[in-house]
């Protein structure tokens, strides 16, 4: 069983909605969460990163929340555009682990018009 | 892609054969690394590497190898013992770990490896 598991495993949005994805961990000791965009074909890009001291963190029209005590995260798009258009990949880290990442699988996203 | 280049952008292989994938940062980071990544799949690290003339085998190290003779090159060798080699690879770099919590990775564009 993967230690980060993300939902929905895919999405399709129209232009200009709302959109939020999850991310439930059971990595330990924790360190920091971040969410990467991956865009087709391209390496991730960081979006957010949180310790489990902060409950949210936004990037202009992304932002993140983090619920420590039930180990569960999200990733909330407003106003989406064809650009969102990508993977969105949860990533947790360990404590003292030598900065290893471990990886979630990945939400799919798919903005029409 | 945050001053890490990945080189070729697809490499196509024939079985029994060994091929190099490259990889160099101009970030000055001292930590490099070397992912795999496979559809329906988390990132899966392969070797990573804290400082020059040192590295350490990942989770699925198996098949691959690597050497780290600059602070800014990083490749690594498909070898012919890695019997699914097909994905996609992907290399990293960060900044030392002085205590790890916000130490963040800086991802390349990527290599597509296809065994024919």
């Known amino acids: 069983k993967n230690q980060v598991e993300q939902s929905p495993q895919s999405l399709i949005i129209l232009e200009g909605k709302n959109c939020t994805l999850q991310?439930?961990?059971?990595?330990?000791?924790?360190?920091?969460l971040r969410w990467y965009k991956q865009d087709t074909g391209r390496g991730p890009v960081s979006l957010t990163i949180?310790?489990?001291?902060?409950n949210t963190k936004s990037n202009g029209r992304y932002t993140a929340t983090l619920d420590a005590d039930t180990k569960q995260s999200s990733l909330h798009i407003t106003a989406s555009q064809l650009s969102d258009s990508a993977s969105y990949i949860c990533?947790?880290?360990?404590?003292?682990?030598?900065?290893?990442?471990?990886f979630g699988t990945g939400t799919q996203l798919k903005v029409e018009l | 892609d945050g001053g890490i280049t990945q080189s070729p952008k697809y490499l196509f292989r024939k079985e029994g054969q060994n091929v190099t994938l490259s990889c160099e940062q101009n970030?000055?980071?001292?930590?490099m690394y070397w992912y795999r990544q496979d559809p329906g799949q988390g990132l899966r690290l392969i070797y990573y590497?804290?400082?020059?003339?040192?590295?350490q085998k990942g989770d699925i190290a198996e098949g691959y190898s690597v050497s780290r003779e600059k602070k800014e090159s990083f490749p690594l060798t498909v070898t012919s013992a890695q019997k699914n080699p097909t994905a996609f690879y992907l290399c990293?770099?960060?900044?030392?770990?002085?205590?790890?919590?916000?130490?963040?990775?800086?991802f390349g564009p990527g290599t597509r490896l296809t065994v024919l």
């Open positions: 990533v947790v880290i360990v404590t003292g682990g030598g900065n290893k990442l471990t």
């Open positions: 970030l000055n980071h001292d930590a």
């Open positions: 590497s804290q400082i020059v003339n040192d590295f």
């Open positions: 990293a770099s960060s900044r030392p770990e002085f205590g790890g919590a916000y130490n963040e990775q800086f």
């Open positions: 949180m310790t489990f001291s902060e």
């Open positions: 991310c439930n961990y059971t990595v330990s000791p924790f360190s920091n």
